[in-house]
């Protein structure tokens, strides 16, 4: 079974520029969540999304952060304009499948540095 | 709101020996799920453990296993037989099961742990 699909790993730009991650998650999985993680602390939740549906964007910063997810299946994750304290690691995480619904499996990240 | 609190920012351990990692959590619900990630260097977060607030026996895989205390609000992770391919940051997260954030996590800050050949 493939995992969690991001891209892309890493990116780097200069603050006021927009960027878009993108995100594949496990086959069947029908919620998706989003985090950022700053280095040194815990993920911290951005958006939930069961099927093409969010169910929490209530952390996600709406005046410059934006996601949908297209068909219930990938999403993207947009930040505009970008700031310095977006420098991150942006972590996509999927669950539901024929498992434990209630466990979550993580894609590799996308490091993002904004100068 | 949930808080998860890992008071441990970085441990060490021999080879072969056995370490238990500290996380305790506060919620106002009876019943929730637990789980323990460990985060390679590589970034990617791989999920250890679980453990369901409604189950008294201790959670165990392999060479890890819990030490769950509810009335404590204690959720240790120990490690037997520490490799090298242990090390790692550990993740103590806590969720919800239904109702409004049902299964989101709430993280610790983590716990880096070094495995000494």
């Known amino acids: 079974e493939a995992g969690v699909a991001q891209s892309p790993r890493y990116k780097i730009i200069e603050k006021r520029q927009s960027v878009a991650f993108w995100c594949n998650p496990i086959s069947g999985h029908a919620t998706l969540y989003w985090y950022q993680q700053i280095l040194g602390q815990g993920p911290k939740l951005l958006i939930q999304f069961q099927n093409n549906g969010v169910v929490d964007d209530s952390q996600l910063p709406k005046d410059r952060f934006s996601a949908e997810r297209l068909k219930g299946v990938d999403s993207t994750l947009k930040i505009q304009p970008a700031k310095l304290e977006d420098s991150a690691v942006y972590l996509c995480?999927?669950?539901?499948?024929?498992?434990?619904?209630?466990?979550?499996?993580f894609g590799p990240g996308t490091r993002l540095t904004v100068l | 709101a949930q808080t998860v609190t890992q008071s441990q920012p970085e441990m060490s351990v021999q080879e072969a020996e056995t370490v238990t990692l500290s996380c305790t959590y506060d919620?106002?619900?009876?019943?929730?799920?637990l789980f323990w990630y460990k985060q390679p260097p590589s970034r990617q977060m791989i999920l250890v453990i679980r453990q369901e607030a409604y189950k008294q026996q201790n959670a165990t895989e392999n060479r890890f296993s819990v030490n769950f205390q509810k009335a404590a609000k204690s959720f240790s992770l120990k490690i037997s037989d520490s490799q090298l391919g242990d090390a790692a940051m550990y993740f103590c997260?806590?969720?919800?099961?239904?109702?409004?954030?049902?299964?989101?996590?709430?993280f610790g800050k983590g716990t880096k742990l070094s495995v000494i050949p």
């Open positions: 997260a806590y969720s919800p099961t239904g109702g409004a954030g049902s299964y989101q996590l709430t």
């Open positions: 919620t106002s619900e009876s019943d929730y799920y």
């Open positions: 995480a999927s669950s539901g499948g024929t498992g434990f619904s209630d466990t979550q499996y």
